[in-house]
């Protein structure tokens, strides 16, 4: 059976349910706002990364992204992306993240002609990041969000073409925006995926159903993924521990 389940948790919730988390041994994937990390205290996750250590537990991360933006033609934004960038990277050098999740922060409908802008400041930040994660040796995954296709994640990567810097895909998000199939999208991205978001839509809005509840082919789905990148995290992206005990049941019989 897989071991590579993990389940999206903010901070705050990971500190307050940590025996819990343990006792039902989540990996969590810990998500970390801005906020958080202007008052986030090392002893505190040196304190968690033992005890996730203790239960034989594993973690991912997902970094902070509102407002946020690596690739952004303005200098004060990406400066301060770089910033909270940063932050994040120190907590994980203390609690070692299998992967890091990051939004690229592309928009069509933001830039228009000027993809050529947002892949130049981009592969600039991402080769910093691979810089300072280097003695870490987590992997950094790239989420699509408001990609319809993978045309710009896949000229970032292939440009950057570094080992640990990988894609993280969101199949919710691709149910919402994608207006190709999502055999043409792992045709693409898929020896890149090194983390998947699970989570379920009918297409209208972003909300995170449990798998199975609404209207994306998750057989298709996990077809896709033992295909391309059987060795990926699954990470389970629920809103309430209801929706995250319904994911938990529904998960199982694709895992082998």
Known sequence: MRNNVYAHVPYPMLVANLPTITSRRINPEIFFSGDILDTIVPEELGAIAGQLGEAGLRCTFHAPFLDLNPGSVERLIREATMHRFGQVLDAADILRPDVIVFHPGYDKWRYGESQDKWLAHSIVAWRRVLELTEAIGT?????????????TLKALLEEINHPRLRHCFDVGHWNLFHTVGMEEWFAELGCFVAETHIHDNFGKRDDHLPLGEADIDFDLFFSLMERYAPGAAWTIEAHCRDALDRALVGIEKFRK
């Open 139 to 151: 992997t950094i995954a790239v989420e699509n969000i408001f990609e319809e296709e993978p045309s």
